[in-house]
């Protein structure tokens, strides 16, 4: 925190509003009516819009109508008809049920059209109940609270250490997300980075939705909360356009927060300060006299505000074809683990282009990415055990197409991440993430640190892509597919060290599975994946060899999201319908139920799964893969049993 001489410092709680206001340049009362005024309509549009939606959140669009009236109209730097312009400032409304008052601003600048608000939240509308990116001034989506300010940090990170640029980012929090711990670990990672080109607005109006807050109007403890984090903290009257447009004005050093203590409701009578009108349109009646009122307030004013343009230094950037210069190196036979293959193809990938950039949760040296921290040291972000914030920080860097991007750390630890990753889906936003020490195969470490939901999680998510390498050469395959492909995509690497057994010039693409070992007379299909896959080829030979003298085919699917089904079901004909699946993750969600999806409606298929079927336990690989059912062993001892099951149907 800055010292109490500096200029930056001062306390309203302390001083009075007076002798703030004599230390700057104020704004000249003409400016001041004109930001009230607006300030008004944005109450008025938003009452209207949600008693019209007959839904909606008015009385947490009220506490922040200054607020964004002196954002919007004097503070940030933008073109109001060019929304995601480069240059511009940023804004992520984190508290996103205020959604209407986010659209009345822009109905306000002249690029929405006002009657557009009375469509609020109707299906045919792209002004939903909450914001989404295909609103144009909408960078991320937000609505699950706490993560706003997380994508903030993205975004001023990529401004002030990648694009080297001036522009900056204000984030609009609720105090009723302050209780979210995503929010401390973005104002952790903020002040670490001392990411002076950001702010933090803190609507301290009292009030959630069931209950009040836990702090309710103690402003001063939220300051000292932030200040705590490392942040410049600053107590305002949330409701006065002076005192925003001081601070608002203030050079920084540091990350500023700005607390602003405000009256949930505010302009509306019955509802100032008071409980159970959280969420609640006005009913008709009410809403008419109370914009009547709210009319009376707006006095004749000469001035037209308008956004001042920003400062054009954000260089152009193109993310398309973002190619590897070369075919991988590996030789047949090398033996290499998939999560040191995504680290040398990372890096490798970053050689080629400047602006593929990686984030990590303090796993650089078991992901790998320290292979390209190592090399590409200026676009490696370190993000620490803080998975919710690094993922948010991930869709901020990745937010207007500046930047291709890698977040990694153990598969298992993307699940505290969830809902960040659901909501990066919504955001239609661009991420790469690499889990990996997935299932029991990374041995001793025990459950805690083994992905066995991973494959479930991501194909929940409807923009997911997902990669499942076997080898090297796969890995880096999949590595320059992700850079390539739009929405989420999760590569799922593994802990052991396996052969080569792709060509270096082996073509993979999205969605298309390879068939990697077959005969003229294969009697089952078996589908495996990373380290299973190399367990199904030992148990081909196993059984090839032995006395039955049984011809497997074994298929890598390459993508468990989107799954080639096609390829599975015409290799499966040719082996009378029997499938066997194979996977180093739990029977829910994973590999068997993709495979199991994909051949539903065949007639004479069956599909017999293997998989981790309870809580692990420590242990070396070998052991666990056998005590779990999913060794080569395994494997051959399945297959007889399908042969078996066959010959005694017939």
């Known amino acids: 925190s800055l010292s ?3 200029s930056l410092s001062f306390n309203p ?3 009075s509003p007076r002798t703030i206001m004599e230390e700057y340049h104020k704004p000249d009362q003409q400016t001041v009516q004109a930001l009230r005024n607006i300030a008004s309509r944005l109450r008025i549009n938003s009452i209207k819009a949600t008693t019209a939606a007959g839904s909606g959140h008015p009385t947490s669009c009220c506490s922040v109508a200054e607020i964004m009236s002196v954002l919007f109209f004097h503070t940030m730097k933008y073109r109001p008809d060019d929304p995601s312009n480069p240059s511009n400032d940023r804004f992520i409304l984190s508290k996103g049920h205020a959604a209407p008052v986010l659209y009345a601003v822009w109905a306000e600048t002249g690029y929405l059209k006002e009657s557009e608000l009375l469509n609020l939240r109707k299906v045919d509308s792209i002004l939903e109940g909450h914001p989404v990116p295909k609103q144009q001034f909408v960078d991320v989506a937000t609505g699950s609270l706490g993560q706003g300010l997380g994508a903030a940090c993205g975004m001023a990170y990529t401004g002030k250490y990648f694009d080297k640029a001036s522009y900056r980012v204000f984030c609009l929090l609720g105090d009723g997300e302050m209780s979210e711990g995503s929010v401390w670990e973005a104002m952790a990672f903020a002040s670490y980075y001392q990411l002076d080109n950001l702010v933090a607005i803190l609507d301290i109006n009292r009030l959630g939705q069931s209950d009040p807050t836990p702090l309710q109007h103690h402003v001063e403890k939220y300051q000292r909360r932030c200040e705590a984090f490392g942040w410049h903290a600053v107590i305002v009257d949330g409701h006065s356009v002076e005192e925003l447009c001081k601070v608002l004005n203030q050079p920084r050093h540091q990350p500023l927060a700005i607390i602003a203590k405000t009256i949930k409701g505010k302009g509306i009578p019955a509802a100032e300060d008071k409980m159970g009108w959280h969420g609640k349109p006005l009913p008709k009646d009410m809403a008419e006299s109370v914009i009547k009122e709210l009319q009376s307030r707006i006095l004749s004013c000469n001035k037209r505000l308008y956004p001042s343009p920003p400062n054009e230094d954000a260089s152009p950037v193109s993310l398309r074809n973002i190619r590897m210069p070369s075919a991988p190196s590996y030789k047949a036979g090398d033996k290499i683990a998939t999560r040191k293959a995504y680290g040398i193809a990372l890096a490798k990938l970053g050689r080629y282009n400047e602006h593929v950039v990686a984030l990590d949760g303090d796993t650089k040296n078991s992901t790998f990415s320290e292979l390209f921290k190592n090399e590409h040291p200026n676009r490696y972000v370190e993000c620490y055990i803080a998975e919710q914030n690094m993922v948010s920080v991930a869709i901020g ?3 207007r197409d500046r930047n291709v991007v890698f977040a990694s750390t153990f598969a298992t630890f993307f699940t505290r991440a969830y809902d960040q990753l659901r909501m990066a889906a919504i955001s239609e936003s661009n991420i790469n993430l690499c889990g990996s020490h997935c299932g029991v195969s990374i041995g001793e470490d025990g459950p805690s640190q083994m992905g066995l ?3 479930a999680m991501f194909r929940a998510i409807p923009t997911a892509t997902v990669f499942y390498p076997s080898d090297g050469v796969s890995t880096e395959k999949a590595v320059e597919l992700a850079a390539n492909t739009k929405g989420l995509c999760f590569i799922r690497t593994s802990r052991p060290e396996n052969s080569i057994i792709y060509n270096c010039n082996e073509d993979f693409h999205v969605g298309q599975a390879k068939v990697v070992y077959k005969t003229n007379d294969d009697h089952v299909t078996v ?3 990373g380290v299973t896959l190399h367990e199904a080829l030992a148990a081909a ?11 497997i085919r074994v298929i890598d699917p390459f993508t468990i999201k989107p799954l080639d089904s096609k390829t599975i079901i015409d290799n499966a004909r040719a ?11 739990y029977y829910e969600g994973g590999l068997g139920e993709a495979v199991c999806s994909a051949v539903v409606n065949e007639t004479g298929f069956t599909v017999h799964r293997l998989a981790v079927s309870q809580v692990p336990r420590s242990g070396k690989p070998h052991e666990l893969l056998r005590i779990f059912g999913i060794d080569r062993d395994a494997i051959a001892h399945a297959v007889r049993k399908v042969l078996s099951s066959s010959a005694n149907a017939k």
């Open 4 to 6: 109490s001489n500096s």
């Open 13 to 15: 709680c302390h001083r």
């Open 397 to 399: 860097c990745a937010v």
């Open 453 to 455: 939901e991973d494959l």
């Open 527 to 529: 589908v495996g994946a």
């Open 541 to 551: 030979e196993q059984l090839k060899k032995g006395t039955e003298k049984i011809n």
């Open 575 to 585: 082996t009378r319908g029997r499938i066997i699946t194979v996977e180093d993750h």
